[in-house]
């Protein structure tokens, strides 16, 4: 009876933990239709609430976004709201900040969070999954006189949260592992291991 108790719970956990996320974005994503008048939003026409129709609407301002600012129009129109930003003291703060960041984490030819390391952490006995978010500044390498790069190491089972350090280089191992594979395995706290795509299971960062 147990091992048919703990055989279903392993079904339904992972769907029910599947279906509430979803629906977590899908009625974040809703919100979107609070910027309609109320009479043009679903529930107003059609009389009842329909999920998904701003999730709709926010993908489909976001590619008219992209589509807009790609043009030189729409990115003199960005460059004028970015000015315009830029005068407010706290806003400018926030904003740049924020714009840097996903900037470098959704470009393509940046290399922040595309490989998985293995550090020294939390001490010199023990090994921690990390990834690599770029170098220090110079300034940071020339106090220390060695070959730093930057990581993030999450927390599990929780990869949004953790810790960020200057390591030295020579001194990390870079994962043959996928980054989606690495936050699989931080979020199940080891149990879903990653498969092997090598035949090793990685290198140091000086070879």
Known sequence: MK?????????????AIT??????IVRTMDQ??????????????LGFYIPGIGALLTILVVLLTGLVAANIVGQRMVRF?????????????IYYSVKQISDTLFSGSGEAFRKVLLVRYPHPEAWAVAFLTGTPAESVSAMTGEELVSVFIPTAPSPVNGFFFFVKKNETIELDMSVDDALKYIVSMGVVAP??????LGRTQNE
């Open 3 to 15: 091992k048919y108790f703990i055989t279903g719970l392993l079904i339904w956990i992972p769907l």
């Open 19 to 24: 279906v509430w996320v979803l629906t977590l």
């Open 32 to 45: 979107s239709l609070l910027l309609l008048p109320e009479t043009l939003r679903p529930e107003h026409v």
């Open 81 to 93: 709201w970015e000015a315009l930003l830029a005068r407010i003291p706290v806003v400018k703060s």
């Open 195 to 200: 498969p092997v795509q090598g035949n090793h």
